[in-house]
């Protein structure tokens, strides 16, 4: 008599399978698959071979902690039956002597997650026997069209979902700077913490059988993760901190990478880390979703709108010196802002709105209750859509609201202009397999002053004063003249600020003298000119704050105060200096200085308001690779540094990092660096995964928290 068929041994098959769902750099002796895309498994039997027609095999896959058929998250299925497109595959590959190999294949909607694998046999005598075949990690699938989060094209795919490293963009609009970071989301132990995270949300926490059974959604998926990034709600990875108050956590400047602000908040018990401002939520997020296999970019706004009340516009105020005042309403241009974007299908939103969607983890304000915005469709906001889940108005704003100037002085405003170009500007990621910027700005707005552009902020502003009307919004086509709006007088923040153009007379502007390096004195000068016919006495005054990169103004620290007199058709220049000891007290993290200058006619009531603001530079980091780099074998790194201030640091920390380059951040510490003093420190490492990598590293002290660095090193698989 034949006996039922006995499994003993069970191959997943992880290296092969990890290889062909470009999941090999997370592990090659764990199962790692993405959803849509067939894998296979050996089952070994202990007593002879598997017979088609007398044995039934049975799979069955549970994820979540009440695996449910009805909910999806439990599915049943036969080696023998093909299944429908909302079902798992199982087919037979190779039926050997004692062996059988089967295809098994979960459907594109799949929800993502750790699953348990299965197998029951039904023999030809009526046995039954139930194994245990082992655990196995689905995730979204970029590589198979019929996944919602499908991103045609490898170069692309290859920068949004497998490169570990890249640059996120600070400074201002005039001096960009690329800030490189270590995304790392194939390191050891990464995904596993992304798993936690979902099972630390609230959702979680209150039906977690529901919870499971919308991750196959990446637009759910998103907006659990953009919650559970900051942990104004719930305990989420970052605490947020604007305060320059650091002394209790990290410094927010000083990161150069998610692994360690994942490890230490798996590591304090899911205790949120301390500190985090934009770039630092913006990257965590990419790395979470990365490793999740949902296409992800970091994005830089500069001049990036907070419009607290939804009317469109940014209210700032102003003394009779030039100087900023704190807003009280909480409306606020920051320099420069940081979210996501990640890829996929909007099958809940008209057609159309797919592709790119805005996510931002910096925790500002709450959408259903919850610290999290997005996504929201980049197409719908070019369009002026606000009507389109999720929270497009307050994405809306950031890239295009209209910024109002005030002027304070004895207990009532004056309105000084309204400028409609301000927010908004060199929309920035990381370009495609380059080291390159790419600027998307178009992708989001339409070109400013144009007549489209004006159409699409007056359609967005009816839509949100009509309260929301569902559907997309029908309108004529954009005017082709001069939009209705009265403008008022145009003003850039870092470019000069007129009175409205038909009694323009006087233009005020700043210029810098010297490259702004930090440790030296900024020397700029004040440009007046006369456009009239006639004499023109000014008076000027002037005055220097400290800005965090939210726009909130710190107290001024410089003032000064100039009578220029023009003949007529002149210009005039007046130079200034700011001493490196007079600034240096007061310079916030951020390295933001506002200079402002309000000028006004002797013989006209009208004001001038004119400001820039400087970002202060470090020099680089130098970082050499001595040798040719190559897996499993030893390679010699130099670090160069130096103290570029006139004044003893104390305190100097260097940090090196590199996902499969180093297991883990180097610390090194420094001590005392006198005043330009240079430096230089060697490392031995082992790389340990090939292909191209980056070291980023980060210089600190008592003076200075973010001097940084980064070299590019392509590491070779040898034999």
């Given at each position: 008599m034949e006996q039922g068929l006995e499994v003993f041994l069970?191959?997943?098959?992880?290296?092969?399978?990890?290889?062909?769902?470009?999941?090999?750099?997370?592990?090659?002796?764990?199962?790692?698959?993405?959803?849509?895309?067939?894998?296979?498994?050996?089952?070994?039997?202990?007593?002879?071979?598997?017979?088609?027609?007398?044995?039934?095999i049975i799979f069955v896959v549970e994820m979540g902690p009440l695996p449910d058929l009805a909910k999806e998250t439990r599915a049943v299925f036969s080696l023998a039956s093909r299944g429908g497109s909302r079902s798992w595959i199982a087919s037979l590959e190779l039926n050997g002597a004692t062996s059988l190999e089967v295809?098994?294949?979960?459907?594109?909607?799949?929800?993502?997650?750790?699953?348990?694998?299965?197998?029951?046999?039904?023999?030809f005598q009526g046995s039954i026997r139930a194994y245990q075949l082992g655990e196995f990690i689905l995730l979204f699938n970029p590589w198979c069209p019929e996944d919602t989060v499908y991103l045609d094209g490898e170069p692309q795919r290859q920068?949004?979902?497998?490169?570990?490293?890249?640059?996120?963009?600070?400074g201002n609009k005039n001096w960009i700077q690329p800030c490189p970071w270590n995304y790392g989301q194939f390191e050891e132990n990464i995904i596993d913490i992304c798993l936690t995270l979902l099972d630390k949300s609230l959702n979680f926490q209150i039906d977690a059988a529901t919870d499971c059974a919308l991750r196959g959604s990446p637009v759910y998926i998103s907006r659990v993760v953009c919650a559970m990034i900051n942990s104004n709600d719930d305990n989420g990875v970052l605490n947020g901190n604007w305060s320059e108050h650091y002394l209790d956590g990290t410094n927010p400047a000083e990161w150069t990478g998610s692994v360690a602000i994942l490890k230490q908040w798996q590591a304090s018990g899911c205790q949120p880390v301390r500190y985090g401002q934009c770039w630092v939520f913006a990257a965590v997020l990419c790395t979470v979703m990365r490793c999740l296999g949902i296409p992800t970019r970091v994005v830089t706004n500069f001049d990036s709108g907070h419009d607290t009340d939804g009317n469109l516009i940014i209210d700032e105020y102003y003394d009779n010196t030039g100087r900023i005042l704190e807003n009280k309403k909480k409306d606020s241009v920051w320099n420069f802002h940081v979210w996501n974007e990640c890829w996929m299908a909007r099958?809940?939103?008209?057609?159309g709105?797919?592709?790119?969607?805005?996510?931002?983890?910096?925790?500002?304000?709450?959408?259903?209750?919850?610290?999290?915005?997005?996504?929201a469709s980049v197409r719908a906001i070019k369009e002026g859509e606000v009507n389109l889940n999720y929270d497009t108005p307050f994405a809306f704003s950031m890239v295009n609201?209209?910024?109002?100037?005030?002027?304070?002085?004895?207990?009532?405003?004056?309105?000084?202009h309204r400028d409609t170009s301000t927010v908004g500007n060199f929309i920035s990621t990381k370009s495609i397999q380059s080291d390159e910027r790419d600027d998307i700005t178009e992708d989001y707005k339409y070109r400013e002053g144009s007549p489209q552009e004006r159409w699409v902020f007056l359609k967005a502003l009816q839509k949100l004063k009509a309260g929301r009307p569902e559907g997309p919004y029908q309108a004529d086509s954009p005017p082709s003249g001069p939009t209705p709006l009265n403008h008022g007088i145009p003003r850039g923040r870092e470019a000069p600020s007129l009175r409205p153009s038909d009694i323009v007379q006087v233009s005020l502007k700043f210029k810098l003298l010297n490259p702004p390096n930090m440790g030296q004195d900024i020397s700029f000068a004040l440009l007046a000119h006369n456009m009239s016919t006639q004499f023109k006495d000014l008076k000027v005054n002037l005055s220097s704050q400290s800005l965090l990169h939210d726009g909130s103004p710190l107290p001024p620290f410089w003032q000064d105060m100039a009578f220029i007199t023009l003949s007529p058709k002149e210009e005039k220049s007046y130079p200034c200096k700011i001493p490196y000891f007079q600034y240096s007290r007061y310079l916030s993290t951020d390295k933001l200085i506002r200079i402002s200058a309000l000028g006004e006619e002797k013989s006209s009531p009208e004001k001038i308001l004119v400001n820039k603001i400087i970002t202060l530079t470090y020099p680089d980091i130098m970082i050499h690779v001595l040798g040719a780099a190559v897996v499993n074998r030893p390679l010699s790194i130099q670090v160069e540094f130096s103290n570029p201030l006139s004044e003893q640091a104390a305190d100097c920390v260097l940090t090196v990092e590199g996902s499969g380059l180093f297991k883990k951040q180097q610390r090194i510490i420094i001590g005392v660096l006198k005043p330009q003093q240079r430096g230089s420190i060697n490392l031995e490492t082992v790389p340990f995964k090939s292909g191209q990598r980056q070291i980023q590293a980060n210089l600190r002290s008592n003076k200075f928290k973010d001097i940084?660095?980064?070299?590019?090193?392509?590491v070779d698989f040898g034999l």
């Amino acid at each position: 008599m034949e006996q039922g068929l006995e499994v003993f041994l069970t191959d997943l098959q992880s290296s092969w399978n990890n290889l062909r769902h470009h999941t090999e750099e997370m592990s090659s002796n764990r199962l790692l698959v993405r959803r849509g895309q067939p894998f296979n498994i050996t089952l070994y039997f202990r007593n002879r071979a598997f017979q088609p027609g007398l044995d039934n095999i049975i799979f069955v896959v549970e994820m979540g902690p009440l695996p449910d058929l009805a909910k999806e998250t439990r599915a049943v299925f036969s080696l023998a039956s093909r299944g429908g497109s909302r079902s798992w595959i199982a087919s037979l590959e190779l039926n050997g002597a004692t062996s059988l190999e089967v295809s098994l294949c979960a459907p594109p909607w799949a929800a993502v997650g750790r699953y348990l694998l299965k197998v029951h046999i039904n023999s030809f005598q009526g046995s039954i026997r139930a194994y245990q075949l082992g655990e196995f990690i689905l995730l979204f699938n970029p590589w198979c069209p019929e996944d919602t989060v499908y991103l045609d094209g490898e170069p692309q795919r290859q920068e949004y979902v497998m490169n570990d490293y890249g640059f996120i963009y600070q400074g201002n609009k005039n001096w960009i700077q690329p800030c490189p970071w270590n995304y790392g989301q194939f390191e050891e132990n990464i995904i596993d913490i992304c798993l936690t995270l979902l099972d630390k949300s609230l959702n979680f926490q209150i039906d977690a059988a529901t919870d499971c059974a919308l991750r196959g959604s990446p637009v759910y998926i998103s907006r659990v993760v953009c919650a559970m990034i900051n942990s104004n709600d719930d305990n989420g990875v970052l605490n947020g901190n604007w305060s320059e108050h650091y002394l209790d956590g990290t410094n927010p400047a000083e990161w150069t990478g998610s692994v360690a602000i994942l490890k230490q908040w798996q590591a304090s018990g899911c205790q949120p880390v301390r500190y985090g401002q934009c770039w630092v939520f913006a990257a965590v997020l990419c790395t979470v979703m990365r490793c999740l296999g949902i296409p992800t970019r970091v994005v830089t706004n500069f001049d990036s709108g907070h419009d607290t009340d939804g009317n469109l516009i940014i209210d700032e105020y102003y003394d009779n010196t030039g100087r900023i005042l704190e807003n009280k309403k909480k409306d606020s241009v920051w320099n420069f802002h940081v979210w996501n974007e990640c890829w996929m299908a909007r099958q809940d939103l008209p057609p159309g709105f797919g592709g790119w969607q805005v996510l931002d983890a910096t925790p500002q304000e709450t959408s259903n209750g919850l610290y999290c915005c997005g996504p929201a469709s980049v197409r719908a906001i070019k369009e002026g859509e606000v009507n389109l889940n999720y929270d497009t108005p307050f994405a809306f704003s950031m890239v295009n609201a209209d910024c109002m100037s005030w002027l304070v002085h004895g207990g009532k405003k004056q309105k000084l202009h309204r400028d409609t170009s301000t927010v908004g500007n060199f929309i920035s990621t990381k370009s495609i397999q380059s080291d390159e910027r790419d600027d998307i700005t178009e992708d989001y707005k339409y070109r400013e002053g144009s007549p489209q552009e004006r159409w699409v902020f007056l359609k967005a502003l009816q839509k949100l004063k009509a309260g929301r009307p569902e559907g997309p919004y029908q309108a004529d086509s954009p005017p082709s003249g001069p939009t209705p709006l009265n403008h008022g007088i145009p003003r850039g923040r870092e470019a000069p600020s007129l009175r409205p153009s038909d009694i323009v007379q006087v233009s005020l502007k700043f210029k810098l003298l010297n490259p702004p390096n930090m440790g030296q004195d900024i020397s700029f000068a004040l440009l007046a000119h006369n456009m009239s016919t006639q004499f023109k006495d000014l008076k000027v005054n002037l005055s220097s704050q400290s800005l965090l990169h939210d726009g909130s103004p710190l107290p001024p620290f410089w003032q000064d105060m100039a009578f220029i007199t023009l003949s007529p058709k002149e210009e005039k220049s007046y130079p200034c200096k700011i001493p490196y000891f007079q600034y240096s007290r007061y310079l916030s993290t951020d390295k933001l200085i506002r200079i402002s200058a309000l000028g006004e006619e002797k013989s006209s009531p009208e004001k001038i308001l004119v400001n820039k603001i400087i970002t202060l530079t470090y020099p680089d980091i130098m970082i050499h690779v001595l040798g040719a780099a190559v897996v499993n074998r030893p390679l010699s790194i130099q670090v160069e540094f130096s103290n570029p201030l006139s004044e003893q640091a104390a305190d100097c920390v260097l940090t090196v990092e590199g996902s499969g380059l180093f297991k883990k951040q180097q610390r090194i510490i420094i001590g005392v660096l006198k005043p330009q003093q240079r430096g230089s420190i060697n490392l031995e490492t082992v790389p340990f995964k090939s292909g191209q990598r980056q070291i980023q590293a980060n210089l600190r002290s008592n003076k200075f928290k973010d001097i940084k660095g980064y070299r590019n090193v392509y590491v070779d698989f040898g034999l």
